[in-house]
């Protein structure tokens, strides 16, 4: 079975899902996050290319990841826009390549909506972003948590 890419607003049944695993993962880095919210985030992002936007990866009927094109990622650093924001690929799904093609799908969304420098931060995967181009724009202190900003600019993807 392949990988297929459709926007969450597509496929809305996984929004829980997807909502309880961005919980999970970073909560301690964001005041305030719980599922409600996320799932209130998540309507906003109605579909297509445009500024919010969430893209998940799904193999068959079982989400695998995820990624976010957003114009705010969080409260405490405002100074850098749009966002790579929530990439997330499930625990036993990792090491496919599935995180490197979610990326390069948001670069690609970015780099067609005219965006000129992409942003991210993260705390811990800034060697898998330096791979992939990403470079170190700022570090920054989230609720005590040293994390890096990260920028790019955005590219197209490879005709297929």
């Known amino acids: 079975m392949s990988v297929e890419y459709v926007w969450l607003s597509e496929a809305p049944g996984h929004a829980q ?10 909560s301690p880095l964001i005041p305030g996050f719980n ?7 998540f309507a906003t992002h109605d579909g297509g290319l445009k500024i919010p936007t969430t893209l998940i990866a799904l193999e068959g009927d079982a989400l695998l990841g995820s990624v976010s094109l957003l114009e705010n ?8 826009s749009p966002w790579l924001a929530s990439l997330y690929v499930r625990p036993d799904q990792r090491g496919r390549g599935l995180g490197v093609d ?3 799908r ?3 969304m970015a780099q067609r909506l005219g965006v000129e420098r992409l942003y991210l931060y993260t705390s811990g995967q800034e060697p898998f972003y330096r791979k992939l181009g990403w470079q ?4 920054v202190s989230l609720r005590g948590v040293c994390a890096t900003v990260m920028g790019i600019a ?7």
């Open 17 to 26: 899902q997807l909502a309880e695993w961005h919980v999970a993962e970073w």
């Open 35 to 41: 599922v409600p919210g996320m799932l209130d985030e």
């Open 73 to 80: 990622d969080h409260d405490d650093i405002r100074a850098y």
């Open 102 to 104: 979610l990326v390069r």
């Open 106 to 108: 948001c670069e690609d």
């Open 136 to 139: 170190d724009v700022a570090t």
């Open 154 to 160: 955005p590219r197209a993807l490879p005709d297929a």
